[in-house]
């Protein structure tokens, strides 16, 4: 809830100094697929941690990142982007590498139904992360920081009958964190990652996603000197292999030559 409600406060301010807050910015069928968007992130936030107490976070994490093979379903369905073998194939070889970095990571156990369950909920966070991504796409020419603004707004209604008001923060650190969360890994983070998602293809978008993995590893070695493990560092350069392949038009295997015969 405080992350969409600060959040909420950063992007009025940024719409309102950008003009998007203007009459005619949005139109009524586009504001209602921004909310059904919000909704869906909303919901994959739910869904996400409440499966990481019930299965490996690392097994959470891997089906988790099944989502770019969803937004690609989605926009194959509803776009009419083509899937190639090329493409699944770069998507494949990101997601190895994306096994490769959580496996090497530890996790708790879980067993029996609660298990079930966790794979579950990340399956369906995957599904409303990629149901969010795709109507950002969809509002291609809408403002991205309008679309992250009736995100939060959205976020902070639904989640607004669950909050706790009787804990708050006793401290100036407690609110500078929640501060920090709702303007730069909200306000901030949701304009740059909805922008790309309007300009990229869907494919691409997928590939990208990988990235997280990597960037939390880093910020793991950066921050707290944790060291790289072999598999992490593997799986690191499958991911960007597959980014730069999908990127650059590159091709995995060669298109067999016709005979001279033929």
């Known amino acids: 809830f405080w992350r969409c409600a600060f959040g909420v406060v950063a992007l009025l301010l940024i719409c309102g100094a950008l003009g998007y807050l203007s009459p005619g910015i949005i139109t009524i069928r586009q504001f209602v697929i921004a909310v059904l968007g919000g909704v869906a992130i909303v919901s994959n936030w739910l869904l996400l941690f409440a499966a990481y107490p019930k299965s490996l976070i690392s097994i959470a994490t891997t089906v988790y990142n099944t989502q770019p093979f969803m937004l690609l ?8 982007e083509k899937i ?3 493409k699944l194939a770069w998507l494949a070889l990101a997601f190895g590498g994306m096994v490769l970095i959580v496996q090497a990571k530890p996790g708790g156990a879980a067993t029996g139904g609660d298990y079930a369950m966790g794979i579950i909920l990340a399956l369906g966070a995957a599904f409303f992360y990629a149901l969010a991504a795709f109507a950002a796409k969809w509002l291609k020419g809408v403002p991205p920081h309008l679309v992250a603004l009736i995100h939060v707004m959205t976020g902070v209604l639904m989640l607004a009958p669950f909050a706790d008001f009787g804990v708050l923060p006793q401290d100036a650190q407690g609110w500078s964190l929640l501060a920090t969360m709702g303007f730069v890994h909200t306000g901030l983070m949701y304009i740059l990652l909805y922008g790309a998602i309007q300009r990229l ?7 990208l996603s990988f990235i997280y993995p990597v960037a939390s590893i880093l910020v793991d070695r950066l921050a707290f000197g944790h060291l790289l493990q072999p598999s992490q560092i593997a799986g690191m350069i499958l991911i960007f292999a597959a980014v730069a392949g999908m990127n650059f038009g590159l091709r995995l295997w060669r298109a067999a030559r016709p005979s001279a015969s033929s």
């Open 201 to 207: 293809p869907t494919h691409l978008t997928g590939a």
């Open 73 to 80: 379903g989605l926009g194959a369905l509803f776009l009419g």
């Open 84 to 86: 190639t073998v090329e």
